[in-house]
Nanobody, 116 residues
């Protein structure tokens, strides 16, 4: 069974920072790809950043240079460090995993609100 638990969302002023965490079970090595997605009201869910089993990283153009995806293999946690936050970053952020054996799984989401 796959379980993904996100945390770290909240309200922050423009220009501020947040770090999202996704606790992954059974373990990070069970998945070929993991990533962060977000969905704002009225919009489709979109990729923010992803990381493969081999460590290949990809970012959406809208967050390049501001966000950093990483993982702690020992703790089975994936992170998204978000700096220079903008009101357009306001959305529910989801953790996603994809594994050959375990398929695709989503976390419950964590709200990020950027507002003054």
């Amino acid at each position: 069974q796959v379980r993904l638990v996100e945390s770290g969302g909240g309200l922050v002023q423009p220009g501020g920072s947040l770090r999202l965490s996704c606790l992954v079970s059974p373990n990070i090595f069970s998945f070929n790809t993991m990533g962060w997605y977000r969905q704002a009201p009225g919009n489709q869910r979109e990729l923010v950043a992803s990381i493969t089993e081999g460590g290949l990283i990809r970012y959406s153009d809208s967050v390049k240079g501001r966000f950093t995806i990483s993982r702690d293999i020992n703790k089975n946690i994936m992170y998204l460090q978000m700096n220079g936050l903008k009101p357009d970053d306001t959305a529910v952020h989801y953790c996603k995993t994809n594994g050959i054996r375990l398929g695709v799984s989503w976390g419950q989401g964590t709200q990020v609100t950027v507002s003054s």
